[in-house]
């Protein structure tokens, strides 16, 4: 006889993938140019606009929002902290101080010159933060994302501080506010490296929740925790790295979604990785389709609606009650 809990959760999974399907095809008849569901089918010219741009611009949004969670994941899982994740501790800052760096020295690079450095930026970046998070004492977990917040606004002002003096400024507010009206075929493709890291997360899940009991523990039970610690830091910064290059900074998403989904499905990342990317993929999808009806036609980057959004996810996630056995 099946269990009561995968009865229960077939439902749940095919209304989880109809909502994603929905918004998917909702973003792309969202936006200035009219195109109609018929449109696409009869008109060469909605068929083209579909193709080059609202497409891209869907895809990225689930590349991104699957990618940013997974990554959050990742990174609550290495800080062994719920209330970390890539914006808010410092790896986005990093990657941006990166692309910065690049552009004042190399300024002709491609963007896979500039994805390479902003990851090692992003890695350096991730892993002191790490470093000195695993020093703060763990029976005052608030510390660690206080001191990934005070992190990642130091790195963020020695970027802006550097980037006036340069007079890069304009360019700063790009990578540092996500958005994807810029996103057109050709111009986005390099987030398909998120699904093969989220592809990598997967093969690795059961070694991630190992590590999620602590070294000692971990290393007790035969894991090799260094190495993992390493394709953990990759993961996370690759993902985060892409996302500033070619969208910008999209704030909350690796905070929210892991938490939501760990405190309905538990700490088995295995299980939970599908939850977190497809729900990572909806959220930010539907505040890109927020972003576009709130002023249209006119555009509210889907960063500041995430920000507002994430923000607010935020506050509950620190004031909420504990979830019961």
């Excluded at 608030?142 to 340069?166: I, M, Q, R």
Aim: with cysteine.
């Amino acid at each position: 006889m099946m269990p009561v809990e995968q009865v229960v959760a077939r439902p749940v999974s095919a209304a989880a993938l109809l909502i994603l399907a929905g918004l998917f095809i909702t973003s792309l008849f969202v936006g200035v140019g009219e195109v109609s569901v018929l449109d696409a089918f009869s008109n060469s010219d909605a068929l083209y606009l579909i193709a080059a741009s609202r497409l891209p611009r869907t895809l990225a949004a689930v590349l991104t929002g699957a990618g940013l969670a997974i990554a959050g994941l990742v990174m609550q899982t290495l800080a062994r902290n719920r209330f970390v994740e890539p914006t808010t501790a410092g790896t986005g800052q990093s990657a941006a101080l990166g692309i910065l760096l690049v552009t004042l020295f190399m300024p002709s690079s491609s963007i896979a010159i500039k994805t390479i450095v902003a990851s090692l930026t992003a890695l350096a970046g991730t892993s002191l933060f790490l470093s000195i998070a695993h020093r703060l004492p763990p029976t005052q977990p608030f510390l660690v994302p206080l001191f990934g917040l005070v992190y990642g606004g130091v790195v963020g002002a020695a970027v802006t501080f550097v980037a006036w003096h340069a007079d890069l400024l304009q360019f700063v507010e790009i990578w540092t506010n996500g958005e994807f009206s810029g996103v057109l075929r050709g111009r986005y493709e390099l987030l398909w490296v998120s699904a093969a890291m989220l592809a990598v997360t997967w093969i690795f899940a059961d070694r991630f929740t190992l590590m999620s009991l602590g070294r000692d523990v971990s290393i007790g039970l035969g894991l090799d925790y260094a190495h993992m610690m390493q394709i953990g830091l990759v993961i996370i910064s690759v993902v985060t790295a892409l996302t500033v290059v070619v969208v910008g900074l999209v704030p909350f998403v690796g905070l929210v979604v892991p938490n939501m989904v760990s405190r309905l499905m538990g700490d088995n990342m295995r299980s939970a990785i599908p939850w977190v990317a497809g729900s990572g993929a909806a959220l930010v999808l539907a505040c890109d389709i927020i972003g576009r009806l709130l002023r249209f036609p006119y555009e509210i980057p889907v960063g500041t609606v995430l920000g507002v959004v994430g923000a607010a996810a935020f506050l509950w996630l620190l004031f909420r009650r504990p979830a019961h056995a």
